[in-house]
């Protein structure tokens, strides 16, 4: 068993990142994106989760699509409704509304109701945790201990004119340095006497702490296809020889090519074609379905909640 996720990110969402204010006008992939993605999964047999924004499940353009992703048979767990990588910035007031309101536009469009939450950008907020335990989520899944954070955050603002408080915001994107050192394996969060809830990093490479998720391999894939080929087979030999069941997550542009004028150019990896993107992530799923089953994080939560797992502090 290896929990596997989709944050459905959408083009706005990645302007909105980068400070570009054309993600007022909320462009949008996720037409094209989605049925890709949902007829590969379909051909791997594979059920997983989406992790939705609130704001994109409350357009009518998504309504047919987000409805076809849940009868699907994939789990629907949420993304923020705002999808502001600097949640942990967020007044707690603030959090606790933006949260509910994803919630209920999520479960509406969908419905099915989430009990599962990923920060977008990896963001922790001081005040998540409990939250969601108020809110009866099973698991979080905030956390990608990523010794390569820093790195990616600057290739991705690369040519980005911000002020020094979009700057301040973004400061922790792809999770804070602190995440860099946490446990790649699930553990507890413990916040009260007797309260906790289960936390799914997502996995980097074992001991290195380097990501192995398909956007890292399509962004080495743009320099050289067999070694980012090599790269993702050693990362999944490593999880197996450690014990570790990878957590990994797709994003909508590691299907999406130079070729489909998609708007995202500026991200790494999209100098591939569509196709080479695809064969790509075909190969990462027949590797990882190798010497795993795919799932949906809900699964793997409730085989893990009555275990002896590790717990921390919550922060
Ligand atoms: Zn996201």
Not at 76 to 92: D, G, M, Q, V
Not at 111 to 134: E, I, K, N
Not at 154 to 159: A, I, K, Q
Not at 183 to 200: C, D, G, M, Q, V
Request: positive net charge; charged residues 20%; glycine residues 6%.
């Amino acid at each position: 068993m290896a929990p596997l996720s989709v944050d459905l990110d959408d083009h706005w969402a990645y302007l909105r990142t980068r400070g570009d204010r054309n993600w007022e006008s909320a462009p949008s992939y996720l037409q094209l994106a989605v049925p890709r993605l949902l007829t590969l999964l379909e051909r791997h047999g594979i059920r997983c989760t989406f992790f939705l924004v609130g704001k994109d499940a409350a357009m009518d353009r998504n309504r047919e699509l987000f409805a076809r992703i849940a009868a699907s048979g994939h789990e629907i767990a949420n993304h923020s409704f705002e999808h502001e990588p600097w949640l942990h910035l967020y007044r707690p007031g603030d959090l606790a509304d933006d949260l509910r309101r994803s919630h209920d536009t999520i479960a509406a469009a969908t419905s099915s109701a989430p009990v599962g939450f990923r920060g977008p950008g990896y963001s922790l907020a001081p005040t998540l945790v409990p939250l969601l335990h108020r809110m009866g989520y099973l698991y979080d899944a905030s956390v990608c201990p990523n010794l390569l954070a820093p790195v990616a955050r600057n290739l991705y603002l690369r040519g980005v004119h911000l002020t020094p408080e979009q700057m301040a915001q973004r400061r922790q994107l792809g999770g804070s340095f602190l995440n860099g050192f946490g446990s790649i394996r699930p553990y507890f969060w413990r916040f009260a006497e007797n309260a906790r809830l289960l936390e799914i990093p997502v996995t980097t490479f074992p001991g290195l702490k380097i990501p192995f998720h398909p956007s890292y391999i399509g962004a080495l894939g743009a320099t050289s296809l067999a070694l980012a080929r090599t790269y993702f087979s050693a990362a999944v030999l490593a999880c197996r020889a450690t014990g570790v069941r990878p957590s990994l997550v797709i994003h909508p542009p590691d299907i999406l090519g130079a070729d489909d004028d998609s708007g995202i150019g500026f991200l790494s990896g999209m100098s591939l074609s569509a196709v080479r993107k695809m064969e790509l992530l075909e190969f990462q799923l027949r590797t990882l379905s190798r010497y795993y089953t795919p799932v949906a994080l809900r699964n793997y939560a409730r085989e893990l909640r009555d275990t002896a797992l590790p717990v921390r502090t919550h922060p």
